[in-house]
């Protein structure tokens, strides 16, 4: 990001940053603990994926000062036989080189575009993005997330770089999250 020496993450947006999660309570998340520090959103989701045809998407957790895993992460699964499969299924079942330890991952409170999760009192205090409405294989999905931002990074300092990739529709920054969303008017 322009005046800074801090690497930052981009991602597409697993959500619209223009509507709100009408249901928290149909949210079908798993924590999945104790990863490997090698494990990313890729290899989480390929884990599960290869075993569930239902899952949705895969995050690992990253911590935003030091661009390194937190050791945890989120699976979310498009049914809920399969979530409960997965829960008893994969409980020490090897990802990398660590068994994973599994549990049910807990809305903590609704953000309207972010939500935090904690399991069995473990919080995800920064950069736990819901895999809400859409996925970053929606063809019609044209917002994107931009993490390990400096705390001031304006919007106009987020608009500046990604303007010269098309048409912005909107810039948001939640305050003290470390991340932003950038929506264009059409994905390319």
């Known amino acids: 990001m322009p005046n800074t020496e801090q690497p930052f993450r981009l991602n597409w947006a697993s959500f619209d940053v223009n509507e709100r999660q009408s249901d928290a309570g149909s949210d079908l998340s798993i924590f999945v603990g104790d990863l490997a520090a090698d494990v990313t959103d890729?290899?989480?989701?390929?884990?599960?994926?290869?075993?569930?045809?239902?899952?949705?998407?895969?995050?690992?957790?990253?911590?935003?000062?030091?661009?390194?895993?937190?050791?945890?992460?989120f699976v979310r699964f498009g049914d809920e036989n399969e979530r409960s499969r997965a829960m008893t299924e994969m409980n020490g079942v090897y990802c990398s080189s660590r068994p994973m330890r599994i549990s049910?991952?807990?809305?903590?409170?609704?953000?309207?575009?972010?939500?935090?999760?904690?399991?069995?009192?473990?919080?995800?205090?920064?950069?736990?993005?819901?895999?809400?409405?859409?996925?970053?294989?929606?063809?019609?999905?044209?917002?994107?997330?931009?993490?390990?931002?400096?705390?001031?990074?304006?919007?106009?300092?987020?608009?500046?770089?990604?303007?010269?990739?098309?048409?912005?529709?909107?810039?948001?920054i939640p305050p003290g999250k470390g991340c932003g969303f950038v929506l264009f008017a059409n994905r390319a």
């Open 104 to 172: 049910v991952a807990t809305p903590k409170k609704a953000f309207g575009y972010q939500q935090q999760y904690y399991s069995q009192g473990r919080q995800a205090s920064n950069g736990a993005v819901e895999q809400g409405l859409h996925s970053h294989n929606d063809s019609n999905n044209a917002t994107i997330f931009v993490g390990g931002l400096d705390s001031d990074v304006s919007d106009d300092d987020l608009r500046q770089p990604f303007s010269q990739f098309g048409e912005i529709i909107s810039v948001k």
């Open 42 to 73: 890729t290899v989480l989701d390929e884990t599960f994926s290869s075993k569930f045809q239902s899952v949705k998407g895969a995050k690992v957790v990253i911590d935003s000062n030091t661009g390194h895993s937190k050791g945890y992460g």
